[in-house]
Nanobody
Framework: QVQLVESGGGLVQVGGSLGLSCAVSGRTFSIYGMGWFRQTPGKEREFVAAITWSGLSTYYADSVKGRFTISRDNAKNTAYLQMNSLKPEDTAVYYC????????????????????WGQGTQVTVSS
C-alpha cells in the first residue's frame, strides 16, 4: 500500500511564499507520476500541477503558471510544490497524489489518473 503525507501548509500573507512537501512510502516512488490538487468547500477538486516519474516534464494549471513550481526528489521519495506570489484565491486544502500509467505517460491533470492520495494540508492566504 502506498501512503502519501503532505506537510508545509499554513497561513501566509498575500504575495508571500510557501513550500509543500509530499512524502511517499510503501512502494517504489520513482515509477509514479505525481500531482498536486486543491479543494475549497463546496467545490470540486482542482488540478494545480503535475510531474512525470522522471521529473523531466511538468504541467500547470493556468491559474498558477509562473507562480508555482512542482518538483521531485526520487532519492528522498518526496514531491514538492513551491508556491510564490500567493493570492487569496489560492486558499484551499492541498492534496498530493500518485499514479502509475506507464513510463511514457505525460503529466496528468485528471484526478482519475491518480491511484493514491494524501490527507491534505491547509493553505490560507490572508489579505
Amino acid at each position: 500500500q502506498v501512503q502519501l503525507v503532505e506537510s508545509g501548509g499554513g497561513l501566509v500573507q498575500v504575495g508571500g511564499s510557501l513550500g509543500l512537501s509530499c512524502a511517499v512510502s510503501g512502494r517504489t516512488f520513482s515509477i509514479y507520476g505525481m500531482g498536486w490538487f486543491r479543494q475549497t468547500p463546496g467545490k470540486e477538486r482542482e488540478f494545480v500541477a503535475a510531474i512525470t516519474w522522471s521529473g523531466l516534464s511538468t504541467y500547470y494549471a493556468d491559474s498558477v503558471k509562473g507562480r508555482f513550481t512542482i518538483s521531485r526528489d526520487n532519492a528522498k521519495n518526496t514531491a514538492y510544490l513551491q508556491m510564490n506570489s500567493l493570492k487569496p484565491e489560492d486558499t484551499a486544502v492541498y492534496y498530493c497524489a500518485a499514479g502509475y500509467r506507464g513510463r511514457g505517460t505525460p503529466a496528468q491533470a485528471k484526478p482519475s489518473e491518480y491511484d493514491y492520495w494524501g490527507q491534505g494540508t491547509q493553505v490560507t492566504v490572508s489579505s
